[in-house]
């Protein structure tokens, strides 16, 4: 399997263009038609990430945090990122970045910590907009079932929990097709009246292009009629943060004394406590202190995250408790989850890709040391 046949299996998991417009995600480093040997998944890509991937023989790193997040102006090795990517390079490795692609799957990065703590009742933090569209044709009513099935099979016709859902008006359409045209129904340069139906689905936005060449292929019509518009409902399936609920309520100590074993954190730095027992929770693993609002405005009792600063901890005002658990210990199951994804998506080319070729990279990546 070439590195694009497998990064698309993974977009098709955690599509890129889901990911934040601040991000620098897909194969950032590599030729995308390159055969693929074996795949080492990291969560950061340094000098040793690369140096493990040589020895292990692997052609293709799969990071959860991109090296390259900004362009660079010169590739001279001054820096650990220009060294990187001059060493991936040189052995013909590809890198392949996916972030907040996968930060904003429904289970993506934050629903393994939902998972880690057994939290029930999960749903989106912050819902993301412009992510539902609607198209809108008209089709013979003899074709409408056939055209209906063909776009329900790719997936368009979905929102939230319901499937195969569309909205259909009966009409009649007009067209007067002139001597090149080749008309389905009715003849050249005749103007022709056909029972049709005005048939509306919404789809996940990054099936645009998918929707499109299905409705040509399965359309009778030579020319077909569409409009594609963007819907204004959050997507209460794709989006940042997580909340969930523990089983029971626990005491504040004992909340962070779970979390703190969950995740292997050798310190939790906190807000102040409110003496009022956790239930509700909020989750957004990396730097996630923009979020903080929206944890109280949903209600948590705690809102875990990383990277918190000194003034935005003000911002829980005796609202909710805030536990900064650290960036790479909210992201270290990341990993696994990637792995998870890859294997269960190649599963049916496993007789040309052997799945003991993804393999998990061995090396903490984690730069913060504690004294």
Known sequence: MTVAEITNLLEEVAPLNYAESFDNVGLLVGDSKQEVSKILITLDTLECIVDEA?????????????????????????????????????????????????????????????????????????????TIKKITTYVPNAYVDEVKTALFTIGAGSIGNYKNCSFSTEGVGSFKGNEHSNPVLGEKNKLHLEKETQLQLTFAAHLHSTVIKTLLQVHPYEEVAYEITTLENLNQKVGMGMIGELPEALPEKETLQLIQKAFNAEGIRHSRFLGKPIKKIAVLGGSGAFAIKNAIGSNVDLFITADVKYHEFYQAENKLLIADIGHYESEQYTKNLIVSLLRKKISNFASIFDLKNIIISDINTNPIKYF
């Open 54 to 130: 040589i020895e292990k023989g692997c052609n293709l790193i799969i990071s959860f945090h991109p090296i390259i997040f900004k362009g660079l102006q010169k590739i001279n090795g001054s820096n650990y990122v220009e060294r990187v990517v001059i060493k991936a390079i040189k052995h013909d490795i590809a890198i392949y970045a996916i972030h907040t692609a996968l930060d904003n799957h429904w289970q993506g990065v934050n629903h393994m910590i939902c998972e880690k703590l057994k939290l029930i009742n999960q749903e989106i933090l912050i819902p993301k907009a412009e």
